[in-house]
């Protein structure tokens, strides 16, 4: 939604301001102008991502266009599945869970927590620690440096799509220049006709600097941004389910880990105290 909000304003802005020095709109509609940008970037974009982060970033550019997932209320319901398999844990032993982190489809634990479960990659993490717990074979420091790996190899995966359509905005402007460019040859070789049909030419030759200084800044770049900012956001989750985790494996009660693994998050998406133990009353009834 605030994309395309944030699109009409910067489309409102720009042509509103040219209308209002009396410029025309219709000069700016140059379709070949667009094939030259457009099509240049477009391959060059192809040549640089072929393969696995073409695939990567075609996956991701869809969900600049949805809210994010990880706000307050999906937070809560971690927590709370969290410290209720903790307390399991803490009551029953570690088998106990055992059928719960092999089938967390068939688990009725997992089961009250659907926006959880339907994150497979959170659920994936979750259940892949606890199956080390389980085990036994590992202490803290190792699992913690095991998931520092983890979290470290996620973060790098999801940096592709970024990096990748920010270096598309980057690249615009100077496919923009080279539209100008061709479209100065264009007018050079038509320097025998009258001015006004000059003028004509330079101002569409004009056209290609200014589509590819907009598209950069105006509506590329900012794809890139949010794709940053949702890396950011479902590697915080990680850390979360990780402080939680960990500070469970070093002996603290339920509440207690559930409480460090709340204080790792920012103040926007952090349940007060209050709000978390109510939330948990309320799904244990």
Do not use: W
Not at 139 to 144: D, K, Q, S
């Amino acid at each position: 939604m605030f994309v395309g909000i944030g699109y009409i304003i910067i489309l409102g802005s720009v042509l509103g301001g040219f209308i209002a020095a009396g410029g025309h709109v219709a000069a700016l509609i140059q379709p070949l102008e667009f094939v030259m940008i457009g099509g240049a970037a477009a391959g060059a974009f192809v040549v640089a991502n072929g393969g696995a982060p073409l695939k990567a970033t075609m996956k991701a550019l869809p969900t600049v266009f949805k809210g994010s997932p990880y706000g307050k209320a999906f937070y809560m319901d971690l927590f709370s599945l969290l410290f209720e398999i903790l307390t399991k844990v803490r009551k029953e032993g570690l088998m106990s869970i055992e059928a719960d982190v092999e089938n967390p489809e068939a688990s009725p634990v997992f089961g009250k927590y659907p926006s959880i479960l339907h994150d497979h990659h959170v659920v994936e993490f979750i259940c892949d620690y606890l199956r080390l717990m389980v085990g036994g074979n590992l202490n803290a420091f190792e699992i913690e440096n095991l998931m520092d790996v983890e979290i470290e190899t996620h973060h790098h995966e999801g940096e592709v799509p970024v990096a990748a359509v920010k270096s598309l905005g980057d690249g615009l402007p100077a496919f923009g220049i080279v539209a100008a460019v061709m479209g100065v040859v264009h007018t050079m070789e038509s320097v025998g006709a009258p001015p006004a049909e000059l003028g004509m030419l330079i101002a569409h030759a004009l056209v290609g600097t200014f589509l590819g200084i907009l598209l950069a800044y105006g509506f590329v770049g900012p794809l890139g941004t949010i794709l940053e900012h949702k890396l950011n956001e479902g590697t915080r989750v990680y850390q979360t389910i990780k402080v939680t985790l960990l500070a469970s494996l070093n002996g603290y009660a339920p509440q207690v880990a559930v409480e460090f693994g709340r204080k790792a998050l920012s103040s926007m998406d952090r349940p007060s105290f209050k709000e978390l133990e109510d939330h948990v009353k309320l799904t244990k009834k």
